[in-house]
């Protein structure tokens, strides 16, 4: 099956700093990606959508300026938090599809936990 | 507005009680429900695709059902290892986007 990966798979970082996350399809081309953040015990609350060579689509209420999306290759995306603050501390998770499929199964990647001090 | 709600919210299990999750859902012109596995700290694990009504799916112990208005993951003689949230998804046209709601998951717990 399609297998995505993440990294790093958590980071702790200081308050105004900037964290960089890769999403990595590792045995398919994902023209789409997607980011995705979630809060405990809470659902999957969609960030973004990564498409390879364009703009990334951001979702209402998420400051595009603060999280970077760029999707540079069929196989990377990446999602920069920049000057981070305790309240960007959350469960970060991308997903992609296969292109052609049609239908959006997604794929997710194993997430990663950033903690803002 | 497009909507995925899922029921109930928490379920407790004994080993091998077999049981239901329900994922209602309202929307136009529905092109595909989702079901997903995940563990804690873990993403999302996919487990099924229906695309019409009266499809169903199995794998292993479980097994995916869809009517119009609502899927079913039925759960047989489940065992500990089966303790996770159930995630299910719902992909339609909805303002010309096709990306997938999500519900807000139902967390199992099977005990030994």
């Known amino acids: 099956g399609a297998v995505v990966s993440q990294h790093p798979s958590w980071v702790i970082c200081k308050s105004g700093t900037s964290v960089k996350i890769e999403c990595r399809s590792l045995d398919f081309q994902a023209t789409t990606m997607f980011w995705y953040r979630q809060f405990p015990k809470q659902s999957l609350m969609l960030m973004a959508t990564?498409?390879?060579?364009?703009?990334?689509?951001?979702e209402q209420g998420v400051e595009k300026d603060k999280f970077l999306i760029n999707h540079a290759s069929l196989t990377l995306s990446t999602l920069t938090v920049t000057s981070a603050h305790p309240e960007d501390s959350s469960f970060y998770i991308c997903s992609a599809i296969e292109p052609g499929q049609g239908y959006y199964e997604q794929y997710f990647g194993p997430g990663t936990r950033l903690t803002v001090t | 507005e497009d909507q995925v709600t899922q029921s109930p919210e928490a379920l407790r299990l004994q080993e091998g009680e077999s049981s239901s999750l329900n994922c209602s859902y309202t929307?136009?012109?529905?092109?595909?429900l989702f079901w997903y596995r995940q563990d804690p700290g873990k993403g999302p694990e996919f487990l099924f695709t229906?695309?019409?009504a009266g499809e169903e799916k199995e794998k292993e112990r479980l097994k995916a059902t869809l009517t119009k208005k609502e899927s079913f993951l039925h759960i047989t003689a489940p065992k500990p290892e089966d303790s996770a949230t159930y995630l299910c998804?719902?992909?339609?046209?909805?303002?010309?986007?096709?990306?997938?709601?999500f519900g807000r998951g139902t967390s199992l717990i099977v005990h030994p």
């Open positions: 998804a719902v992909q339609a046209p909805s303002g010309g986007s096709y990306i997938p709601t």
């Open positions: 229906l695309y019409s």
């Open positions: 929307v136009s012109g529905l092109r595909g």
């Open positions: 990564s498409n390879e060579g364009s703009k990334a689509t951001y």
